[in-house]
């Protein structure tokens, strides 16, 4: 199993960029819809209609979201971790994947930028 790490400057408030993580109005508008989720712990989520889907396991509201997540055909769940922090007038995200499929781990890193951070840092700036 792998662990798949990234960092990504978004040039908005802290708050907009929780609120593109864990509002599904936000999350359908950057792509990821449709979206069951909320920022609460024990939440169960869907994104892109259940094709990830998993739940909530710690939230503290803008700082980290972790979380743990399934994929079509894993038995077992990864933990995926989104870390916040503002600097300046930038959002830093630093994403902790962990217990990723060896096989599937260099699709699922650019998964990430293609279909969700990247999209939501598109969306925010």
């Not at 997540?69 to 769940?77: I, L, V």
């Amino acid at each position: 199993m792998k662990t798949i790490k990234q960092k990504y400057k978004i040039n908005a408030p802290i708050e907009k960029v929780w609120q593109a993580l864990v509002d599904p109005e936000i999350i359908n508008k950057w792509g990821g819809g449709p979206a069951k989720m909320d920022g609460k712990k024990g939440t169960k989520f869907k994104l892109w209609g259940g094709d990830i889907y998993g739940t909530n396991t710690r939230v503290i509201k803008n700082k980290e979201l972790s979380q743990d997540w399934f994929q079509e055909g894993w038995e077992k769940p990864s933990k995926v971790i989104f870390k916040l922090a503002a600097k300046g007038k930038q959002t830093e995200v630093v994403l902790i994947h962990k217990n990723v499929p060896d096989e599937e781990a260099s699709d699922v890193g650019e998964g990430w930028k293609e279909y969700y951070l990247g999209p939501i840092k598109s969306y925010l700036e």
